[in-house]
């Protein structure tokens, strides 16, 4: 079996002028063709060898820049293990960065950090305090003097090595390394490329960052093991300016490109017919959805809008995956379109699956994520602990096969309970219909009241919905009897709060029949996420706890 290492160097013999281009406003800023990515990486890594002892973890502070994709494999090459690690985010409070650091640093006892050149001084600096490991760029760890070298060992080939460190979200607790061996990581991308057609044809972008395992292994590691060209465009670039994503695909012709549903709705609230002028979206033919819960108004929304510049409905993809998974776990078919069903919410709530057959008041729509892909197996765990396969049996979303990881980098805590007799359990609710998998919501975002269950996610859609509310996050509080719902909502500039909070408690109460206890206005910088941009639930539980309650601060009817 090959490993990423082989396929990189594969493909610089079988496709040595394809590779990565870095584009901005449009155009091509840099390029690194895989030829010359395997020939600096070797060399980068014959230079590292006598610094890196066989499976040691190595930090990677970047951006989606071309130094990270050649620290990447210079690493691998060397025998170290790649651990990407979230840059300071803009706008974001330093703290932030630092205690996440300094977490990931223990956790795997991370030795020596290689950070982008662009904030190597700023990130050398402020780190001194926060971790004791060696912050160095790529060209002063490769200069070190051979003197300081430990004893030299051969670059790992082994499919049992473990390729990577690939660290979670951490939007309900703190992030944990997920360990991903040579063989998951190979076995789950070539899965993805089948699942996705894909060749040495198939061009991509991706803005998603690096440290992120969509962007890392659906943006980078993906176009490596096919052979194709991959364009990298900086996260900042698309949070600035959403429709350059869009400009870009039309721009080269691409024909892949994934993305969380926010970044489709995103585009929506951006549109502009003016600055569209000559988009052609016509070769896009996989635009994924995935990595949080996929809202079908908005893909439905984002179809139409951009029908007229070529954009297909069949090209929509929505996927299931997450960093245990390697990657990808669940993949529509290519060309089949955004598939759903709905289904009588009140049942669901109580925990039952009842399919209706139109979208009348009271019925859910939830999203196909379509089929496990090859080496992936998909089940539900039921209340009697058992894995069943059952239709419309609504229960945990379990993960079993050889691209599904099987321990975090030094916790045996949390890896005894992500495991139960082989099976990873995701937290994520759903059932299986005809081998496709349906993702109602999380475990860890369920709001009881009145013994339903309600997920946050549900009512956050519907509270986004309200014209001049920018973000919103539902926060569950003790009530007398049971569990009540609060809100927190960053209103949209010029919005009337009083005004704003009657609509949106008419708003949950006709489309879920539920009282909202109490709504809270907060500040945008209030609305914490994690690095991946979700929602960071446990910080946001904390600043409602800490800084609410359900008597004169709250907003009440």
């Given at each position: 079996?090959?490993t ?5 160097s ?5 496709s040595?002028?394809?590779g990565?281009?870095v ?25 590292m060898?006598g610094?890196v002892?066989?499976n ?16 990447f ?15 300071p985010?803009?706008?974001s ?6 205690r ?13 950090i ?10 050398k ?10 912050v160095?760029?790529?060209?002063e ?6 003197s300081d070298?430990?004893?030299p060992l ?7 090595d473990?390729?990577?460190?690939q660290?979670?979200?951490g939007?309900?607790s703190?992030?944990k ?11 789950n991308v070539?899965a993805?490329?089948e699942?996705?057609e894909?060749n ?5 972008v991706t803005?998603?960052?690096?440290f992120?395992?969509?962007g890392?292994?659906?943006g ?7 052979g194709?060209d991959?364009?990298?465009?900086r996260t900042a ?9 869009l ?21 929506l609230?951006r ?6 002028s000559?988009?052609?979206l016509?070769?896009w033919?996989?635009a994924?959805?995935?990595?949080e ?5 908005v893909m439905r929304?984002?179809?139409q ?20 998974a390697?990657?990808?776990a ?21 925990g ?9 008041p009271g019925n859910?729509?939830?999203v196909?994520c ?5 080496h ?5 765990r039921?209340?009697n ?12 979303i ?5 691209s ?9 805590k949390?890896?005894t ?6 099976w ?6 759903g ?13 860890k975002?369920?709001?009881?009241i009145?013994?339903?269950?309600y997920?946050a ?8 919905e ?13 009530g007398?009897d ?10 949209a500039?010029?919005s009337?709060p009083?005004?704003?909070?009657k609509?949106v ?14 709504i809270?206005?907060?500040a945008?910088?209030?609305l ?9 639930r ?8 800490e800084?609410f309650?359900?008597?004169a601060?709250a907003v009440?009817?």
């Amino acid at each position: 079996m090959i490993t990423i290492l082989t396929a990189l160097s594969r493909t610089a013999k079988l496709s040595p002028e394809r590779g990565f281009h870095v584009i901005k406003n449009g155009k091509v800023t840099s390029f690194l063709s895989y030829a010359s990515l395997h020939e600096s990486a070797l060399a980068n890594a014959s230079s590292m060898r006598g610094q890196v002892r066989l499976n040691e973890r190595v930090g990677l502070i970047f951006f989606n820049e071309l130094s990270f994709i050649e620290s990447f494999f210079a690493i691998l090459f060397a025998g170290g293990v790649p651990v990407p690690i979230a840059p300071p985010q803009p706008f974001s409070p330093l703290h932030g960065f630092f205690r996440r650091v300094g977490l990931i640093a223990r956790q795997s006892n991370i030795h020596r950090i290689l950070v982008s050149e662009s904030i190597s001084d700023e990130v050398k600096e402020s780190l001194g305090i926060h971790t004791s490991s060696i912050v160095q760029t790529l060209d002063e760890f490769c200069a070190l003097d051979e003197s300081d070298a430990v004893v030299p060992l051969a670059a790992p080939n082994a499919i049992s090595d473990t390729a990577l460190i690939q660290y979670t979200s951490g939007s309900t607790s703190d992030p944990k390394g997920v360990v991903v061996s040579q063989e998951n990581l190979i076995l789950n991308v070539a899965a993805m490329c089948e699942a996705f057609e894909m060749n040495a044809e198939s061009a991509g972008v991706t803005w998603l960052p690096f440290f992120h395992d969509m962007g890392l292994i659906g943006g980078l590691l993906l176009p490596v093991f096919a052979g194709s060209d991959s364009y990298i465009m900086r996260t900042a670039d698309f949070v600035k300016a959403p429709l350059s994503w869009l400009r870009a695909i039309s721009d080269f012709s691409l024909k892949i490109s994934p993305a969380p549903n926010f970044a489709y709705k995103y585009c929506l609230e951006r549109f502009n017919a003016d600055s569209l002028s000559g988009l052609n979206l016509t070769s896009w033919r996989s635009a994924t959805s995935g990595a949080e819960p996929i809202n079908p108004k908005v893909m439905r929304a984002f179809a139409q809008a951009f029908a007229p510049y070529g954009f297909s409905a069949d090209s929509i993809m929505p996927l299931y995956g997450m960093a245990e998974a390697t990657l990808g776990a669940t993949f529509s078919a290519v060309g089949a379109g955004m598939q759903s069903i709905y289904v009588d919410r009140e049942a669901l709530n109580k925990g039952l699956v009842v399919r209706t057959d139109n979208d009348a008041p009271g019925n859910k729509e939830i999203v196909s994520c379509g089929k496990p892909i090859r080496h992936v197996e998909v089940s539900i765990r039921a209340d009697n602990l058992q894995f069943m396969n059952t239709p419309l049996l609504l229960g945990e979303i379990a993960l079993k096969g050889h691209s599904v990881c099987s321990a975090y980098d030094n916790d045996q805590k949390n890896t005894t309970a992500m495991l139960e007799n082989g099976w990873f359990l995701t937290g994520d609710i759903g059932f299986l219909l005809e081998e496709q998998l349906y993702v109602v919501g999380r475990s860890k975002e369920v709001i009881i009241i009145n013994g339903a269950n309600y997920f946050a996610n549900d009512i956050e859609s519907y509270t986004s919905e309200v014209d001049g509310v920018r973000g919103v996050v539902a926060v569950a509080q003790i009530g007398s009897d049971s569990e009540e719902c609060a809100l927190l909502i960053v209103p949209a500039k010029g919005s009337d709060p009083d005004n704003l909070t009657k609509i949106v408690r008419r708003k949950i109460n006709d489309e879920l029949g539920i009282h909202i206890a109490s709504i809270d206005i907060i500040a945008a910088g209030q609305l914490f996420k994690t690095t991946s941009g979700k929602i960071d639930r446990a910080k946001m539980k904390s600043l409602y706890n800490e800084n609410f309650s359900r008597s004169a601060e709250a907003v009440n009817p």
